[in-house]
């Protein structure tokens, strides 16, 4: 059995693959910056070494009889004064560079669909200049391209709680987000796939409207939906890019990038929006 070096292991997605390589009996290692948060998720991994990914140095002694590394890192919300290039970029090549350094077999990296078409962005810039280090690196490697997680389609049903969803548009540009545990079992079953590149998303291909009307669903409320002209999206990321801070104009530039195109993977997995909406009022 393989032993996996797993990389951002207390993230949303982190945790699901932790618990993924733990059900399928690999050997498994967490690099953590929190050891205490990652032990309160009851996840019993073989070992958990405490690093800063952006500090190289930290991190050395944890690449020892590892036969594969799995690297979920990135910024979600920017903090500590750290860049996407410092993260995203970075960080990974940091790991990648170890990888190489220790002999490991193969290097699993967590990017985003449409990255290569989104590099106008700086958190796509960040991962595809990752992405095409790794290309380059002569390791195995396979890069899965999520079409975005269930955690991001909150912001929809915060929205509907609060009675409205505004949407630009017309509202029917689609995607089929996927559950942090279907894409868990994709990216270890990367493992043993000689495939390079993965494309996914979960079950339900859905329009922005449809997801507005889940999530209103699952409040039982009834829907109340607010179209926007796109003109307005378009002038919001030009105005907020002088306006915004840079750590909170990031996450906004990603967002609204995506909001204007189809972000549709091969459709995988079990679990539906519906039932992760109805989670969030537990």
Do not use: W
Not at 195 to 222: C, H, M, S, W, Y
């Amino acid at each position: 059995m393989k032993n996996v070096l797993l990389a951002g292991a207390t993230g949303y997605l982190g945790k699901y693959m932790s618990a993924e390589l733990v059900r399928q009996n690999y050997t498994t290692k967490v690099i953590v910056r929190n050891k205490d948060k990652f032990i309160k998720s009851g996840i019993s991994v073989n070992e958990i070494f405490t690093a800063e990914v952006t500090d190289k140095e930290s991190m050395k002694d944890a690449f020892g009889r590892i036969d594969v590394v799995i690297s979920t890192v990135g910024i979600t919300r920017q903090k500590d004064n750290l860049t996407y290039m410092d993260v995203d970029y970075q960080a990974n090549k940091h790991l990648l560079e170890l990888a190489k350094e220790n002999g490991v077999k193969k290097f699993i990296y967590v990017s985003v669909l449409q990255g290569e078409n989104l590099r106008h962005t700086a958190i796509c810039d960040a991962k595809e200049k990752f992405v095409d280090e790794l290309k380059n690196s002569g390791m195995d490697y396979c890069v899965i391209r999520p079409s975005g997680f269930f955690s991001d389609m909150t912001e929809f049903y915060n929205m509907a709680k609060k009675g409205r969803v505004y949407l630009f548009g017309d509202g029917q540009y689609k995607s089929n987000p996927i559950d942090g545990e279907d894409l868990a079992t994709v990216c270890v079953g990367a493992i043993n796939r000689s495939k390079k590149e993965i494309n996914v998303g979960g079950p339900e291909v859905l329009t922005q409207e449809e997801i507005a009307k889940i999530a209103f669903d699952a409040l039982r409320k009834k829907s109340k939906i607010i179209y926007i002209p796109d003109r307005v999206r378009k002038f919001a990321l030009s105005a907020g890019k002088y306006l915004m801070p840079k750590t909170s104009y990031g996450p906004f530039e990603f967002f609204m990038n995506v909001m204007a195109i189809d972000m549709v993977g091969k459709p995988y997995g079990k679990n539906n929006l519906y039932s992760y909406f109805k989670s969030l009022g537990k």
